[in-house]
């Protein structure tokens, strides 16, 4: 749409039809002492190329993953992003935010997201995935929403160790709907889901309960006992996971989960400022398809036979059910799904495939690198892209150290659990190169 | 628009019907299913669950809207049409005999509120 300001002539023809005659009078309801009489107090206009100048300025303090090398991740992860991503997610047909209103005008965007809802499907094996989220954070909460419009329970339970920025996301959503969170503690010695716990907690009244997989800490979780605890009082499995994990690991739906939810932003989309990011939300069973949040794109035929795509099973939703529906998210985040899209078409199974086992074996030698180095790890489980890594440093210090160096530090857990002040959390994707690691390794031995 | 007679009404549309001693099978009229269009999908309770007058128990969701339909007594769930699990579109084809939706055991026997076909007809006049 292009941008095109009205001119005076315009802006009295309105006022005109309005019976006013200068825009102020628009403000007449608005007290007089309330109104700001003076111009705002901003800086003299900068031509095109002075601003532009400004803000390349600007932009120069930031520290971005081209010149920098980043073991952070918790939750935000330095995975390669092909070129053609960018390529494709820059043309103008497809560079929107959402659905598109009149989304079947639109028939190239609804059959990107319908791509994205079969790859979902398929990577977590599941049955329908819609079409996205605003994040994993997001799309968690609102799987414990449905599972308790679904099981007309009101507690959900939540595995502790799963990102506390989800958490905390998942307690904004639920606060204020009566429904109880109960947390399941993890193991102090192998940070994943104390099983003990479990037995312990009445699994009678919970709608679901909330598993990471892998954890917070990277730790890969024992979900078979835990499905078969919640299962059993009737409650419902829902599996937060890394899309990309899966290229290795166990789906959800061989697991037996209700729901898979996770963050799709780590399938080629920038990390940016930690978004925008994009979630997945996928449902084993017709049921729940009928109270799954969001939208869903489906195929069909038009009367001469051809395949189209529609907005599907929309009665489900806010705008047409009101306030029984399950959610409120009339939208999706379509580019952020396209570049997804167009990842995971890029790669293709042996691709992803690819993708974790380069994780896995990064990680793993870098552990074994801090390991000989007389560093500690903080838990014992198997772990997939992320580890916790021990000793009785200052790790904003240490960051401080690395990031003078080039390197971005791992992320220090003193900010979310006390317990965790010696702890640092460290991210090894597919990016990272053997010297890179070395490196790192290095300079944290320096730091001892 | 059909009313049948013999069956007992509500004012949010929906049908009731003596079948046993203390037991009344439920559905929409045939004016609720006009209104609604094409029924695409039911959502059936289970069997053996409460209910109480005013309170859905089940929901129609045709292609232009999704509606709650309230149980016009109190009781327990004692029969579903779970047909309408494969074929909604008996709401919409047969909404007095095959497009029944529950059979409801009664914990009391009280129609005080319900409309006779000839008041639910005149009913009808009004809305």
């Known amino acids: 749409m292009p941008y095109i300001p009205h001119t005076t002539a315009e802006q009295q023809e309105m006022?005109?039809?309005?019976?006013?005659?200068?825009?102020?009078?628009?403000?007449?309801?608005?007290?007089?002492?309330?109104?700001?009489?003076?111009?705002?107090n901003l800086p003299a206009p900068l031509a095109e190329h002075e601003l532009v100048r400004y803000m390349r300025q600007i932009a120069k303090k930031n520290i971005n993953l081209d010149d920098y090398v980043s073991f952070l991740g918790a939750g935000a992860y330095d995975h390669i992003i092909p070129a053609v991503i960018t390529h494709l997610t820059s043309r103008g047909e497809f560079l929107t935010a959402y659905t598109p209103y009149q989304a079947e005008i639109s028939q190239g965007v609804l059959q990107a997201i319908f791509e994205f809802q079969t790859l979902i499907a398929n990577l977590t094996n599941m049955e329908v995935a819609n079409a996205s989220m605003y994040d994993g954070a997001t799309a968690l909460a609102e799987a414990a929403l449905m599972a308790c419009n679904v099981t007309g329970r009101h507690k959900v339970a939540a595995a502790a160790n799963l990102d506390p920025d989800w958490l905390e996301v998942l307690s904004?959503?639920?606060?204020?709907?009566?429904?109880?969170?109960?947390?399941?503690?993890?193991?102090?010695?192998?940070?994943?889901?104390?099983?003990?716990?479990?037995?312990t907690t009445l699994n009678q009244e919970l709608a679901c309960m909330l598993v990471g997989q892998p954890n917070f800490f990277g730790g890969l979780e024992d979900v078979e006992p835990i499905a078969r605890w919640i299962k059993a009082g009737g409650g419902l499995l829902v599996m937060a996971v890394d899309p990309i994990s899966l290229g290795i690991l166990?789906?959800?739906?061989?697991?037996?989960?209700?729901?898979?939810?996770?963050?799709?932003?780590?399938?080629?989309?920038?990390?940016?400022?930690?978004?925008?990011?994009?979630?997945?939300?996928?449902?084993?069973?017709?049921?729940?398809?009928?109270?799954?949040?969001?939208?869903?794109?489906?195929?069909?035929?038009?009367?001469?036979?051809?395949?189209?795509?529609?907005?599907?099973l929309q009665t489900r939703e806010q705008h047409i059910r009101r306030e029984k529906a399950t959610s409120n998210i009339c939208t999706n985040q379509a580019l952020n799904a396209?570049?997804?899209?167009?990842?995971?078409?890029?790669?293709?199974?042996?691709?992803?495939?690819?993708?974790?086992?380069?994780?896995?074996?990064?990680?793993?030698?870098?552990?074994s690198q801090l390991l000989d180095a007389g560093f500690r790890v903080r838990f014992t489980a198997p772990v997939f892209k992320e580890f916790v890594l021990q000793a009785d440093l200052d790790w904003d210090k240490v960051n401080d150290y690395l990031l003078e160096h080039g390197f971005l530090g791992g992320f220090p857990l003193k900010y979310v659990d006390v317990q965790l002040a010696d702890s640092v959390l460290i991210a090894v994707t597919e990016a990272r190169t053997k010297a890179e690691i070395d490196q790192f390794v290095e300079l944290l031995r320096r730091c001892r | 628009m059909d009313v049948k007679s013999g069956l007992m009404y509500t004012k949010d549309?929906?049908?009731?019907?003596?079948?046993?001693?203390?037991?009344?099978?439920?559905?929409?009229?045939?004016?609720?299913?006009?209104?609604?269009?094409?029924?695409?999908f039911v959502e059936l309770?289970?069997?053996?669950?409460?209910?109480?007058?005013?309170?859905?128990?089940?929901?129609?969701?045709?292609?232009?809207?999704?509606?709650?339909?309230?149980?016009?007594v109190t009781g327990t769930i004692v029969a579903v049409n779970t047909e309408l699990e494969e074929n909604p579109e008996l709401i919409n084809e047969s909404p007095y005999d095959r497009g029944w939706i529950v059979e409801v055991k009664l914990d009391e026997l009280d129609f005080s509120d319900l409309m006779t076909a000839k008041e639910y007809e005149s009913y009808l006049k009004e809305v």
């Open chain 1, 172 to 199: 904004t959503y639920l606060e204020n709907q009566d429904i109880e969170v109960i947390k399941i503690g993890y193991h102090p010695i192998t940070g994943l889901i104390d099983q003990a716990a479990l037995s």
């Open chain 1, 250 to 312: 166990k789906a959800p739906g061989e697991y037996g989960a209700d729901i898979a939810v996770g963050d799709a932003g780590c399938l080629g989309n920038p990390t940016s400022f930690g978004g925008p990011s994009v979630g997945f939300f996928a449902v084993n069973g017709s049921k729940l398809v009928r109270k799954m949040p969001g939208r869903i794109v489906g195929q069909t035929t038009d009367k001469n036979g051809k395949i189209g795509y529609v907005l599907t």
């Open chain 1, 338 to 367: 396209l570049a997804a899209t167009i990842y995971l078409a890029l790669l293709g199974k042996q691709g992803v495939k690819q993708v974790a086992y380069q994780c896995v074996q990064k990680t793993a030698y870098m552990r």
């Open chain 1, 15 to 40: 006022l005109a039809a309005l019976g006013m005659t200068q825009i102020a009078d628009l403000f007449v309801d608005i007290a007089e002492n309330l109104r700001l009489k003076q111009p705002l």
């Open chain 2, 13 to 40: 549309h929906e049908w009731v019907k003596e079948v046993s001693d203390n037991v009344v099978r439920i559905g929409i009229t045939d004016f609720a299913q006009d209104q609604l269009g094409d029924v695409v």
């Open chain 2, 45 to 72: 309770p289970e069997l053996n669950t409460r209910v109480n007058k005013g309170e859905a128990f089940s929901v129609v969701e045709s292609v232009k809207a999704a509606s709650d339909v309230y149980s016009p």
